[in-house]
């Protein structure tokens, strides 16, 4: 599976992104895709995630009302629309899909393929 995202870029606080990550290969292996961010000398950290089966979503307390994952089933792909985006929202964004049979967590161990990662910067 190979995951490619798009959609980072500068955005001045309380503007907009969307990002979108869409897979390919063996996509029916799938169950879940979310995304985590990271920045310089962190931990990389869960934002939102999403089940394909159900549309069941888990969000980060701190992009809660902000942050909306979505999905696409037919294109394999997921987005990730940022609103009121902060400062503290600046990271590499990565795109990251789970295989059938995993839980569905906010745990970086559930997730198996990852993509390369873009970059989101959200100036004051």
């Known amino acids: 599976v190979q995951l490619q995202a798009s959609g980072g870029g500068l955005v001045q606080a309380g503007g907009s992104l969307r990002l979108s990550c869409t897979a390919s290969g063996r996509t029916f292996s799938l169950a879940t895709m979310g995304w985590f961010r990271q920045t310089p000398g962190k931990e990389r950290e869960f934002v939102a995630a999403i089940r394909w089966s159900d549309g069941a979503i888990y969000y980060a307390d701190s992009v809660k009302g902000r942050f909306t994952i979505s999905r696409d089933n037919a294109k394999n792909t997921v987005f990730l629309q940022m609103n009121s985006l902060k400062p503290e929202d600046t990271a590499l964004y990565y795109c990251?899909?789970?295989?059938?049979?995993?839980?569905?967590?906010?745990?970086?161990?559930?997730?198996?393929?990852w993509g390369q990662g873009t970059q989101v910067t959200v100036s004051s």
């Open positions: 990251a899909a789970g295989r059938s049979g995993r839980n569905f967590s906010m745990g970086r161990g559930a997730y198996d393929y």
